[in-house]
């Protein structure tokens, strides 16, 4: 009876520790299972003892392995927080190399103070672990990267170049026409007669050479445009096109620069300009000749 | 015996070096048309078998043929049925004279296990095996002779706690190549590193440009987590378990908690909203507001059509 009361108190006292856990949040609605704690092995004699059992005595060029400590000197204030290294891929890596590098540093050292070569002859074929084919589309993939990063930042220069051109085109826009505006201005003011003369004909008057800075290379462009210029003159420009071909007295009489009746129209002597040379006998024309002949006969 | 006195003679080769320390270091060449040497010295007959069980992935199954290609040591095997009793693979290693065995295991199509062994007495590692990248992946841009020596690279962390040194002396008796082995290369231009971050070793293979230490990654890399260390070879008393293992199930499933939830809450949300908003809460005459009428103006839809502003 006593110990069965004493149960029933206890029993109590859980159900309001429950009520409280409860009510504090702890425990959720529903089914509770107790979960015993997981029990965590770590038998150190055992492994001590399994340690000593398997290894191997040998010599260190049977084994090849080093224990090195990559975080020393300047690297080590950033191994320090060595969680956020797990996560930051770059300087995980960063860790992996370092250690693999005073690895590689030290572990030919050792082996050339063992007096054994470690480097292949550059004559030295042997299959390697990856063929030649894949390192072949390594190569080209990394080509591809090279061009795509190259491209890409040929388009972010030509990018900006645009964007400076059109922030300049702009300024000279919103330049012209504030000149206009003054100009306006001016000219307004002059005609109610509050000024006496304007200044930008003043400006332009003495020696015309000064152009306003906008139509700085207006004719300079015009004079540009040769293909234009060339058809101005072929088919003439403004005026009438019609009957634009027929001849005319002036035309007919028009020979052009190239014929000359001077030099043309000349007799065949006259033209040569041959002279005779004195010394030579003159040989005379044919019909002449056969004259000759006949009257010989 | 015969080892012991090996060692007294390159302990001997040692001094001779320390007396004339670094003057003649010799040409790290070797010329083709020297002799080749007779390996005859090869003493160290370790073997691994490296094989896994039906249903990994077709990663998993390339990180594996990555580590023969690299290991010339290695054995393999046909893969090995799922309801089979994982120390039979003791007998199969037997039968392979090998002394050490890589095994993986598939679970769910997903899930990579590795264990790692000595194999006919122990001890044995069991690992989930993370973040795999095999060697055929292009960004690996590295290359080494197919079997020469690794030169194996360790954490001073691995030194630090027990279990870690027990499975740094495993790793060491694995993976690297004996010497003079028949198939391997005399060269070393690789490295493979182990190192430990986050309670994990990350498994990293590095190929040796330069002799004066520019490196290019080769592959594969891969994270291994270790889950238990036991005594005997795929079985045996416990030794160790990672306290801070979680188990790919629950990992999932806490993540899919973490969406369950949000889920809940809004469902949470809206009943708390309906028990707090108890439909009136004070009884008001309808026709109070009877006479409140707006402008025309502020008018909108059907009731534009009741107000009509008369014209001036």
């Known amino acids: ?297 | 015996m015969g080892k012991r006195k090996r060692t007294r003679v390159t302990e001997k080769v040692s001094e001779k070096e320390n007396v004339n320390k670094d003057i003649d270091i010799l040409p790290a060449i070797v010329y083709s048309d020297e002799p080749p040497k007779k390996q005859t010295k090869w003493t160290n007959k370790e073997r691994v078998l490296i094989f896994s069980s039906r249903g990994i992935s077709f990663r998993a199954r390339h990180l594996m043929i990555d580590l023969r290609t690299l290991m010339p040591h290695s054995k393999s095997e046909s893969k090995m049925d799922r309801k089979d009793k994982l120390f039979v693979i003791n007998e199969m290693c037997e039968m392979k004279n090998c002394t050490k065995c890589l095994f993986f295991e598939g679970k769910k199509k997903q899930d990579l296990y590795m264990w790692a062994s000595n194999c006919p007495r122990g001890p044995s590692v069991k690992f989930l095996v993370e973040n795999v990248h095999t060697m055929s992946e292009l960004k690996m841009t590295g290359n080494c002779l197919k079997a020469s020596r690794p030169l194996l690279s360790f954490d001073p962390t691995f030194d630090k706690e027990l279990h870690w040194s027990l499975m740094k002396e495993l790793f060491i008796q694995t993976f690297s190549t004996p010497n003079h082995h028949p198939k391997s290369q005399p060269f070393f231009d690789h490295v493979f590193t182990f190192s430990i971050l986050d309670n994990r070793i990350w498994f990293r293979n590095y190929q040796i440009l330069e002799e004066d230490g520019s490196l290019v990654e080769i592959g594969p890399r891969f994270v291994l987590n270790p889950i238990r260390l036991f005594e005997g070879s795929f079985g045996g008393a416990t030794l160790y378990v990672n306290p801070h293992y979680v188990s790919p199930n629950e990992h999932r499933r806490a993540l899919r908690a973490k969406v369950a939830k949000k889920y809940i809450n809004r469902v949470h949300a809206k009943k708390s909203l309906e028990t707090r908003n108890v439909g009136q809460s004070y009884i008001l005459d309808p026709t109070d507001d009877v006479f409140v009428t707006i402008s025309p103006e502020e008018a909108t839809g059907v009731a534009k059509n009741t107000f009509y502003r008369e014209a001036d």
């Open chain 1, 1 to 297: 009876m006593f110990g069965n009361e004493s149960s029933d108190s206890e029993s109590i006292e859980s159900d309001t520790e429950l009520q409280r856990a409860f009510e504090s949040g702890h425990l959720k609605p529903g089914l509770n299972v107790e979960v015993a704690p997981k029990q965590h092995i770590n038998n150190v004699a055992g492994m001590k003892h399994k340690l000593e059992e398997f290894k191997q005595h040998l010599e260190w060029i049977e084994r090849l392995d080093l224990t090195v400590d990559p975080s020393t000197g300047v690297h080590k204030a950033a191994e320090e927080q060595s969680d956020s290294v797990a996560d930051d891929d770059f300087r995980r890596e960063m860790k992996f190399y370092r250690q693999a590098q005073t690895t590689a540093l030290e572990g030919l050292a050792k082996l050339h103070k063992l007096r054994i070569k470690t480097r292949r002859p550059e004559d030295y074929f042997a299959e390697m672990a990856k063929s030649d084919d894949h390192m072949k589309k390594v190569r080209e993939k990394l080509l591809e990267r090279q061009l795509a990063i190259e491209r890409s930042e040929k388009a972010k220069k030509l990018r900006d170049l645009r964007k400076y051109g059109r922030k300049v085109q702009q300024e000279v826009l919103q330049k012209r026409q504030k000149e206009k505006k003054e100009m306006l201005d001016a000219v307004k003011k002059f005609r109610k007669g509050q000024k006496d003369k304007l200044e930008f004909l003043n400006s332009l008057e003495p020696n015309g050479t000064e152009q306003k800075p906008g139509q700085k290379n207006g004719d300079k462009k015009h004079l540009q445009n040769k293909r234009r210029d060339f058809k101005n003159k072929k088919f003439g420009f403004g005026g009438q096109k019609k009957r634009g071909k027929y001849n005319s007295s002036g035309s007919s009489a028009d020979v052009g620069e190239s014929f000359s009746i001077a030099v043309n129209q000349k007799r065949q002597s006259q033209k040569t300009g041959k002279k005779h040379k004195p010394g030579k006998p003159r040989r005379p024309g044919k019909s002449r000749r056969q004259k000759l002949k006949n009257r010989q006969r």
